[in-house]
C-alpha cells in the first residue's frame, strides 16, 4: 500500500479486503544521499504515511478489517538505486550498518508492540547483503531475540542467488520482475510457458533451503510490454500506451503458473493507493489495478484462498 501524504481522509483498508486480500505490506520509506553513509527516516517533510505516526494508523485500519501485515522498510537512494550502494571505507560500512539498524529496529519495536505478523529485514540492498554478511546475520539475530513473528528479506529477481543467510529467514523473498515476453499484449499461454523455466529454478532453490518463496514484490505496469524489462518501462511509461489487457494477461498467467505450488507462498502486489489517490497523477499506467481489468482478475484468484 502506498503510504500518503496526509492523514487518511477513510479507511483505506475496505477495498482492499474487497478483492480479497488477506495481507497487506506497508512500507515506510528511508533515505540515503548517493555519497552519503546515514539511513534517514521519520522526518517530518517525509510523507505521513511513511512515518511512524502513519505506519501505526495504517496497522491499527488493517487490523480492524481482519488483514495481517508485512512491515517493509525500504530505503530510497537519491541518484541510484540501493542494491548499488558500496562503500571503500570500513567507517562508511560501520556508519551505514548502525543507522540502518536503528531504522529496522525502529519497526521491529513497533511490530512487537503492535503485533504485526512480518517484518522484511532488507529490500533489494544486493551489494551490501553479499559483502556484509556478518552484519545480516547479527541484525537477524538480534530481532529473533525480541520478535516472534517471521521475517524475511526482498532480493532482486536476478539477485536470490547471491544471498547468504537465506537460512536465517523463514522465507525467501524475491521482487519477481523476471522479464518474460517483449509482447505488446503478451499472450497468457505464452506467458506461463516463459515462467516453466522460472519455476523449476525456484522450486530447485526452495528445495534446496527447505525454505518456501515469497514474491516480496510482484506486479505489472498498465503498458505495452508490461511483461518485459520493467525498470526500462518506468523511464519511458509517458510514451507507452496504456494497455490494461497486458497487466491482467500478465497477472493471471503468474497466478495461474504459481498458484497450487506448494513451495510458493504468495506474495505483495507493487502497488496500491489508498482510496484510489495516486499523487504522481499517473495512476492510469501505474502498477496499480485499480478500476482496471486486473482488479477482477486479483479478486478471482485471491477467492481462491479464502475457500
Known sequence: MVAPPQEFEKDPMPS?????????????????????????FGSERQWWGE???????????????????????????????????????????KEWE?????YIMTFVD???DMDVEMICVGTEIEIASKKRESYWRKL???????????????????SYKNIPFWDALDYIG??????????????????????????????????HHNKPILFTEYGYLSVDGCAYKTWELEKKRRELPANEKAQSNALEALYSSFWDESWWAGGFLWKW?????????????????????????????????MK
Request: glycine share 6%; net charge positive; no cysteine.
Open 16 to 40: 482492499i479486503k474487497k478483492i480479497n486480500s488477506e495481507w497487506v505490506a506497508i512500507v515506510p520509506y528511508a533515505f540515503i544521499a548517493s555519497n552519503d553513509a546515514t539511513v534517514r
Open 51 to 93: 512515518r511512524k505516526e502513519g505506519v501505526i494508523r495504517s496497522i491499527e485500519l488493517a487490523k480492524a478489517n481482519g488483514l495481517k501485515i508485512m512491515i517493509k522498510p525500504q530505503i530510497w537512494m537519491h541518484g541510484n538505486w540501493i542494491g548499488e550502494m558500496d562503500f571503500d571505507v570500513e567507517d562508511d560500512w
Open 98 to 102: 548502525e543507522s540502518y539498524e536503528r
Open 110 to 112: 513497533l511490530a512487537i
Open 140 to 158: 537477524i539475530s538480534k530481532i529473533r531475540e525480541k520478535y516472534n513473528g517471521e521475517i524475511t528479506y526482498s532480493s532482486n529477481w536476478d
Open 174 to 207: 524475491i521482487s519477481a520482475y523476471f522479464p518474460l515476453s517483449e509482447a505488446i499484449t503478451p499472450n497468457v499461454y505464452y506467458l506461463k510457458y516463459k515462467w516453466g523455466g522460472v519455476k523449476k529454478r525456484l522450486k530447485k532453490f526452495s528445495n
Open 273 to 305: 493507493y489508498p482510496n484510489g489517490v495516486a499523487q504522481e497523477g499517473r495512476r492510469a499506467k501505474d502498477y496499480t489495478p485499480q478500476g482496471k481489468v486486473s482488479e477482477r482478475t486479483i479478486k478471482k484468484w485471491y477467492q481462491k484462498s
